[in-house]
């Protein structure tokens, strides 16, 4: 038996920013920035309180979260300054862990 695709997928765009073809995120400047998946761990029922300070951090962006884990991405001008964007997170009242998915800078 032949499995066919379903049109959609077949048509749906690749995912954007494609690092293979060196588009990458880029600062006001026009300059490569370093990007991070973060997921953070919160204690039992902090999600809430944890989501409201997190907002108040610079260049990180929340995009969802589930049970006591919340995915962010962070964005810098360096590896050293997104190293600081996690300590950041981890300083965060109520955080028990910051693990790193993705890290990355385009050169």
Known sequence: MRV???EVLATSPP???SPAKGEGTFNKKGEKMAIASVVVATEAGAVEVVLAQLAQLPNTEV???K???????IEADSIAAL????QRLAA???VIG????????EE
Do not use: C, D, K, L
């Open 4 to 6: 066919q695709r379903p």
């Open 15 to 17: 995912p954007w920013p």
């Open 63 to 65: 995009h969802g979260s």
């Open 67 to 73: 049970e006591n884990q919340i995915v962010t991405v």
């Open 83 to 86: 190293s600081e964007g996690m």
């Open 92 to 94: 965060v009242a109520q």
């Open 98 to 105: 910051v693990y790193p998915v993705y890290a990355g800078q």
